[in-house]
């Protein structure tokens, strides 16, 4: 049972490469502009791709996906013979194909089987393979010597009508290569080839010998002539012969054998190894070491804090100097091994990219709205835990940009838009935290609409004014929509309320920037890990907490006589801005420490308009930490991110700042600030 188990998430994962891959090809077909010009690499590649995901779902024992990749397999294969053409029908069901082959395998890795209704699509196949099919013609191959003919398949004739037809030159390349390492010098030669244009037929001569080697007769479609083959292969031995309607026969159509390596030498660098150095490793197996890299950090942090003690208690004595020694090479030798399991986790964002670029395909049809998906800074990492926690996240703005910022043709038109929206995603590395933007040409949102939305749901007070700021705080409050209709898209009050609170268990924050008429940027910023992170120790009354280091921009040491109030709130003009303070103390309700005689210390969080000043009372220092869970209980405790462990064996509390900067912006309070009070309370003290 599991040896049965494992087969099948080795599928799975191998699977989800192959979908990933395919779903991109399938994307690079539908852009090509030419429906009768296709690059048949591309289409190969998809075909490969169908007819490999049939087999292994077969070997697993999943008969629907095996089933549908096996009529997927069908279609493609009469795609590439030029059976069928390349209309909308015929992507359309390729899509569809693709998406209920990822869910029912996301359902099988789930547990549930393949409960899937694969009916439908078949039939959707069937009707497309019968209406859509076409007669290749074998018309239009005059002129080429009929001994070739008579080899080739039935794909290589019909890629070679199509040469034909997009009226291309045809040659024939005759190589010969020795026998020991035909396989290697036959493969660099067509690379070589397939960048001037199509291989269409590989074929070998008889008669090979260890004396003379062996042949290899190949032809050719390419928009080059015989004198730019001639000098892009100069130093390979061939033969090459113009054949073909459009091969014009002359005395210099054969070429002259070029100079090729003694036969029996060995050319430098061959070797037998693997192409690629790549193993698949389970994300459970790294999770796990990762934690025992994070056990180690912390036994680190002891064996540190005991040098400190020793030499406090007795000097610079052998033993403490040596003590020293040995912990700065565990120091480095662990930080070294963090930052290489850290690596090993770090994916690039492109591959959610990848899986929204379909979201906006199928939804923009769905809404009857042309959108064009501009996508920058794929290449950019992030663990790949955090990659899948993002991913709902950011689909909800995308669908949130599509139904509520981007106007039907004929609304863009009125405004003197282009009929096409614009929807941007961009990820870019800031230090150790990335950002991500979406981006859309669209509306905007109207503050107005939503101070009027926030009134009629008790989430704001009309004897009160609001800020701009205020008033987007009031888009992430669970439950509110300013949709007038509930659609399949949105309206139903889910979406930002849970892009927040997903962006904040990941110690992220998310940022709106709108203008109406002009269009609405949702930003972002999450930290690269969460697995082992730095942080700032704080003093706050008689207790010590950790800031997360990648949430602090800078502190501040001020005096009590450096604060003002404004409306309530107490601030201080930090350079020429304001920056609104928030006091730990009072927040968790904790007993006065010893007096700093009017210092106060603050630490300045977030980034942008989401910034605020934390006030501590001492700042004790900077430190690896392991951010440990507080329990089923205290999970939710408002404004702590979880608990970790100092080099003195103490347990502390980890601050969560984004929670932090939304209790100090929230528009007003009530019954949820007195439950959030009683948990603080609960978790104040470990």
Do not use: C, W
Not at 130 to 157: F, H, M, N, R, W
Not at 186 to 201: D, H, N, V, Y
């Amino acid at each position: 049972m599991a040896k049965k188990e494992d087969s099948l998430k080795e599928f799975v994962a191998e699977a989800e490469e192959i979908i990933e891959r395919l779903n991109q090809n399938l994307l690079e077909l539908e852009a090509t502009e030419d429906k009768t010009a296709v690059r048949p690499d591309v289409l190969n590649a998809i075909f490969r791709a169908a007819h490999t995901l049939k087999g292994m779902s077969g070997m697993v024992g999943l008969k629907k996906v095996s089933e549908v990749s096996h009529r997927l397999e069908d279609m493609l294969d009469h795609l590439r013979m030029g059976k069928l053409g390349l209309s909308p029908p015929v992507m359309d069901t390729l899509f569809k194909g693709m998406e209920l082959i990822r869910g029912m395998i996301a359902d099988v890795n789930g547990g549930k089987g393949e409960l899937a209704d694969i009916a439908a699509l078949l039939r959707q196949i069937q009707e497309v393979m019968t209406g859509e099919a076409t007669q290749t013609s074998s018309a239009g191959i005059e002129g080429i010597d009929p001994g070739v003919l008579k080899v080739l398949t039935e794909y290589e004739t019909h890629r070679l009508n199509e040469n034909i037809r997009l009226n291309l030159n045809l040659f024939e390349l005759t190589a010969r290569f020795k026998l020991e390492t035909f396989d290697k010098d036959l493969a660099k030669l067509s690379q070589r080839l397939q960048s001037l244009g199509e291989i269409i037929s590989t074929l070998p001569s008889p008669g090979m010998s260890p004396e003379t080697g062996i042949l290899f007769n190949l032809i050719l479609g390419t928009q080059a002539d015989i004198e730019t083959i001639r000098s892009q292969l100069s130093e390979e031995r061939l033969e090459i012969k113009a054949i073909g309607p459009k091969g014009k026969r002359t005395p210099t159509d054969e070429a002259p054998a070029a100079a090729m390596p003694a036969q029996g030498e060995d050319k430098p660098g061959e070797t037998i190894r693997s192409i690629t150095p790549t193993v698949r490793v389970d994300i459970g197996k790294l999770d796990s070491l990762l934690n025992i890299v994070g056990e180690l950090v912390l036994n680190k942090a002891v064996i540190g804090q005991i040098g400190k003690e020793m030499r406090a208690n007795r000097g610079f004595t052998t033993e403490g100097v040596e003590l020293q020694k040995a912990y700065q090479a565990l120091d480095r030798r662990v930080g070294e091994l963090q930052e290489g399991l850290i690596e090993i986790r770090m994916i690039p964002i492109g591959q959610v990219f990848d899986r929204l670029v379909r979201v906006v395909r199928k939804l923009s049809r769905e809404l009857g709205k042309e959108v064009d998906l501009q996508i920058s800074g794929e290449e950019t990492k992030l663990d790949k835990s955090m990659i899948e926690e993002i991913a709902d996240p950011l689909m909800h703005l995308i669908r949130n940009s599509l139904d509520h910022g981007i106007e039907t043709k004929e609304e863009r038109r009125k405004t003197g838009k282009p009929d096409v929206g614009i929807i941007s995603l961009r990820a870019i590395q800031k230090g150790n935290n990335v950002v991500i933007e979406v981006e859309d040409d669209g509306m905007g949102i109207d503050l107005a609409k939503v101070y009027k939305k926030g009134l009629e749901r008790g989430l704001l007070d009309k004897n009160k004014e609001y800020d701009r700021r205020e008033l987007i705080n009031v888009l992430f409050s669970p439950g509110f929509s300013t949709a007038d209709e509930v659609t399949e898209v949105s309206g139903r009050g889910v979406g930002l309320d849970v892009v927040a609170k997903n962006i904040s268990k990941l110690s992220g924050m998310v940022d709106v920037e709108t203008e109406v008429g002009r269009g609405t940027q949702f930003s972002i910023t999450l930290p690269i890990t969460l697995i082992i992170i730095k942080a700032l120790v704080v003093r706050i009354g008689a207790e010590i907490y950790a800031i997360p280091l990648n949430s602090v921009s800078e502190s501040l040491m001020i005096q009590q006589k450096d604060i003002r109030t404004v409306e309530r709130r107490e601030v201080i003009q930090l350079r020429d801005h304001t920056l609104s303070l928030l006091r730990i103390k009072d927040l968790f309700h904790l007993s006065a420490g010893p007096s700093q005689e009017g210092r106060l210390y603050v630490i300045v969080v977030g980034l942008a308009e989401k910034r605020l000043g934390l006030v501590v009372d001492a700042i004790e220092g900077q430190q690896e930490i392991v951010i440990k869970s507080l329990g089923d209980f205290l999970r939710d405790t408002p404004g702590i991110a979880g608990a970790t462990e100092l080099g003195n064996q103490k347990t502390i509390l980890v601050l969560d700042v984004a929670a932090l900067i939304e209790e100090a912006t929230q528009a007003h309070a009530g019954d949820k600030k007195a439950e959030q009070d009683s948990k603080r309370k609960a978790a104040a003290r470990p």
